[in-house]
């Protein structure tokens, strides 16, 4: 089951719209794989259509508190309501990629980016999205069975929404789905057994604290 999801305020401004390209597809993929963010998304996007086209009666304090409880009230039921049915998606050709000898299907948000050219080093292979973001950069990301990445802490902040496989680092384990962010205040060592897919956002280099890796300080900001 999905633990980590991305927070009210980031649904809401990708249902607004306001999203940068590398978060809003990171919550969209997050959403197509999540029913209960899927709800708040659509929601939200309810919310602000009426906003926009002023359909909501704001004319009188108490119509404003009616509105808030029904808003509240049907947020709640919406997300209690466990036989809301699910569309499913049928994989187009471009929704496969393959990595390091693993087939794996994008979400829908990535599939556009599923021609990207792969660089290796050892058990980890990425593939970064062009978005022309400054600072910011985001990447597919697979580990290979039985590895990890070494013992680093992170510069600035990064999101991981793992995609497929699964991962473990010593604050927790993970499944396909879960939306993580990490910031300087995080040290975690990610390992995999069976391997997996990542879609990562950074906006600064790791720092990786421990052995041999710590090398790789010095070009951090030409490899993240």
Request: glycine share 6%; proline share 5%; aromatic share 6%.
């Amino acid at each position: 089951m999905i633990k980590y999801h991305p927070a009210d305020d980031l649904l809401y401004a990708h249902a607004a719209g306001t999203l940068p390209a590398s978060m809003s597809i990171a919550v969209s993929a997050h959403s197509e794989m999540c029913d209960f963010c899927a709800k708040k998304v659509a929601l939200f996007e309810n919310q602000i259509a009426d906003e926009t086209f002023n359909l909501a009666d704001n004319s009188e304090a108490s119509s404003n508190a009616s509105d808030s409880d029904e808003f509240a009230g049907m947020l709640s039921a919406i997300l209690s309501d466990e036989q809301l049915p699910s569309t499913p998606i049928s994989p187009s050709p471009e929704s496969k990629i393959d990595v390091a000898g693993e087939r794996y299907t994008l979400p829908t948000a990535l599939r556009r980016y599923h021609h990207l050219g792969w660089s290796s080093v050892g058990s980890l292979s990425r593939a970064r999205l062009p978005l022309n973001e400054g600072d910011t950069r985001a990447s597919l990301l697979h580990i290979g069975m039985n590895s990890g990445v070494p013992s680093h802490t992170h510069k600035g902040t990064e999101v991981t929404l793992l995609l497929s496989g699964h991962f473990e680092d010593e604050h927790d384990s993970y499944v396909p789905g879960d939306f993580i962010i990490l910031d300087s205040s995080n040290h975690h060592t990610p390992q995999t057994h069976d391997g997996c897919l990542c879609y990562t956002i950074a906006d600064a280099p790791l720092h990786f604290t421990k052995g041999v890796s710590q090398l790789l300080n010095a070009v951090g900001h030409v490899i993240y």
